[in-house]
């Protein structure tokens, strides 16, 4: 006989507590807390005794799991070079950003292959599907398609016949069991389903792919107990303003993690992206005040970014400070050092900044580019045309160098870059490609004095600016010489 008892979860964490509450004691979310049922056996049973298991050492031979490639090879990049069978995947975005549409694009890339893959739809009908796969011109392929939602039916009809290769639930919080009396999307269904589904694909050496909803901060929604279950976890990010998308990977247990592909969004589905630097750069042929080239690294991928800056007087008792693609307190920061290190006083102008084309730049090899942008802003003196620029300052005013500084500069070489400015010391040295130049600094007051000496006729005429303006933005340790240079 079974007793039927009721708990509270956290809808937010997955903490238990055995009455409701307003607020979680765990994470701190208000009203997140709802009551599930729990049946509990009764009786005095035995447990069942334990079987003894073999422990061996970490010295032995390990083969690399095998893969399955999907035939899209910006997904394939992230994923470490395809999917592994028996593994489990979570992809997780924001509405409407494209994970349906990558994923039917590369089950229908794989079936063209000959493996069985089956797409299982919890939240669209089966003619929503087809109606998707025919815009985006896959029509033909041979993918098994599912409408349900219930999990037993789900492992019944995949247990029937021989494995699938590949299966996409889409997605995993529209999921429910009977074995759980509860609503679908609450934790203990999500928890359950998916240790049921994952438990299914070990078994039968399927690779089981997982879409999973995001909340308002952009996290995936449930527990973080279900992102420790799978063995890879990728975000799919974008802009609804523009047209490309980000594949990113934080989690996995077979390839790299920090890896990026990007793809664009058009008529028909998601294509790759070949020269994604080309992507994130606006046109280089007529140097503008405020704009510099970063050369970053998305995972083992160099990528070139566009560094927009924009510094004007204010009107307001405070100052503005904008931000878009970039943190906000690293901007702080950045201005802080900007004024006790160098002089360079934007207390009375509204700071605004922006990545071209909607990137997201999270390293902080990126602050010599901004820290340029915002003088060259400030002063109207454009950067040397076709150059690039990555380092870490500190607090101190000192420019510090950054890893993979190789593989920047020969990205920026392969696009037709000329000049490189960076932080370079210790045991990151770094050899210039033949057909670019390159001015390592060391701090950021040579970065100004070199901004603040371009000459005003290098310029465009709305760049132009007299010598006491360069001098008013100039600190004062900064030697008369340095400026003729």
Known sequence: MAKVTSKFVCQACGAETRKWSGKCESCGEWN??????????????VAPKGRRITLTGLKGEAEAPPRLATGIGELDRV???????????????????????ILLQAVASLSKAGPRVVYISGEESIAQV???????GIADADVLLAAETNVPDILATLSDGPAPAVVVIDSIQTLWTPAIESAPGTVSQVRATSEALIRFAKQRSTCLIFVGHVTKEG?????KVIEHMVDTVLYFEGERGHQFRILRAVKNRFGATDEIGVFEMSDGGLREVENPSALFMGERDDPAPGSA?????EGTRPLLVEVQALVAP???GTPRRAVVGWEASRLSMVLAVLEAHCGVVMAGHDVYLNVAGGMKVREPAADLAVAAALVSSLTGAPLPRNSVLFGEISLSGAARPVTHGQARLKEAAKLGFEHAIFAQGGSQQVTIPGEMTGRPVSNLADLVAMIAAQSPSQGPPQAQVGEDVLHEFMPSSVPEAQLAQ
């Open 219 to 223: 996290q995936i929604a449930g527990p």
């Open 32 to 45: 997140s807390i709802s009551e599930e049922a729990v049946t509990s056996a009764l009786g005095g049973g």
């Open 293 to 297: 080239v970063f050369a970053g690294m």
């Open 130 to 136: 087809r109606l998707r796969a025919e815009r985006l």
């Open 314 to 316: 204010s009107a307001l």
């Open 79 to 101: 994923t470490g070079g395809g999917l592994v069978p028996g593994s489990a995947l979570l992809v997780g975005g924001d509405p409407g950003i494209g994970k349906s549409t």
